[in-house]
């Protein structure tokens, strides 16, 4: 038993209070506003304050944040923040993350926590099995696409530097032959970030055209012909602005026939999921043909942030990447050290979330989700069809809608919409560009996302969009 002279006893007032502010923010969800318009004046009034010089204690602490940065907490993880790409938490996903907090495992090697090291492997596995990925492939989870992209470019760039006579990780890129890399203009921002990470530089990327979101595939085949080196191919299976699938299994083919070889790399943060479907699975026909793999679980997974997954074909190449060595941790055999395959060292346990997560809902649970939400965005799609004023832009029909009133002096008059429903908080959604038109994204892969919540989407985007 706890006494009071044990330094841990106060943890059960703290996380008592936690679990009550969290619990009441949850069941709210589905009635607060979605979000609230608010000032950086206004916030910086409520949260800024001197380093305290005396604590307050960790209850008081907590209740005293929430009530001053409540006014700018969005409702993104319930069931009507159809911005971005974002998903929510499942309870078991949540709970997992919390447990996750309150065990403190350092899940960078297994002699730091054997636990976290073989749950991430299972969590593997099981992600490889749900998305029919080959079995005996690397991975690593990682705090989302933008580092899975990461992780699986740095792989391909020392593939490629290999085939050209170096060794990039260990050599650097000095004064070696340049590393190309092929994609089209849908190529997400983080992949060029992440390219730009590795010393290839955001403006690396020669780009092809994507009519529709989908690349063209004769343009990508004249491209890579020109490349008479080794080459890297980003693919995109789930473009972010229309949910847009290139046609993998042809750029797979395409890549094998590359003589001077090619390393295909697929952004799936979120398409990735059209795998769980037989409704969609078509979408990702061929993606056992790349050599490295992307995906977010802070999206349709809905595990809490952050959180992602990158797999790849080639373990040895992605140790030789992501290699760290030093007397003091040196791996013991048979143990796996997730560290060796990510970017980081010291690192959270995230993979008991996504356990749990998976261990509650099964495969049937995931299916379910997926099958939902797409079904949602083919409601919400088929009434903008139907909308005169309105317009469905490029040629995708699966988790993102996006769409335009057309028109004169149109722009301003959607992007007033946009700003006017972040506003009034009853469906969140945000905006882009098209085809040099502004337009609305309404994405779907949110667990809690029901039909309830589409007809308030379509009667906000007609309060807002439709109203003159
Ligand atoms: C969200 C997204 C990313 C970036 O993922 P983060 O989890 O935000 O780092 C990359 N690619 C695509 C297609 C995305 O939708």
Partial sequence: MMTSDNPFAGFNAALRQALAISTDYIAGLPDRPVGTPVS??????ALEEPLPEEGCGPSAALTDWFSRAEPGIFASPGPRFFGFVNG?????ALAGDWLASALDQNAGMWVSSPAASHTEQVVLSWLKNLFSLPADWAGGMTSGATMANLVGLAAGRQWVGQRLGFDPADDGLGGRPPINVLSS??????????LSILGLGRSSVRTVPAPGGIVDMDALAAALAAIDAPVMVVANAGEVNTGAFDPLDRIATLCRSHKPGAWLHVDGA???FAAVSPQSSHLVRGIEGADSVASDAHKWLNVPYDSGMVFVRDGDILRQAMAATAAYIAPQDGRWDP???VPEFSRRFRALAAWCALKSSGRAGYRAIVETCLDNAKTFAHWVEQERSLELLGSSRFNIVCFRRNGDASDALNLRAVAAMQAEGRAFTTATQWRGKTALRAAFDNWATGPEDVAILIQAVKDNLLAD
């Fill in 339 to 341: 560290h060796s395959h």
């Fill in 185 to 194: 203009t849908e190529i997400h921002a983080s992949a060029r970030k992440a």
């Fill in 270 to 272: 979120f398409g990735l």
């Fill in 40 to 45: 950086p004046e206004a916030l910086a009034r």
């Fill in 88 to 92: 929510g938490s499942t309870p078991a």
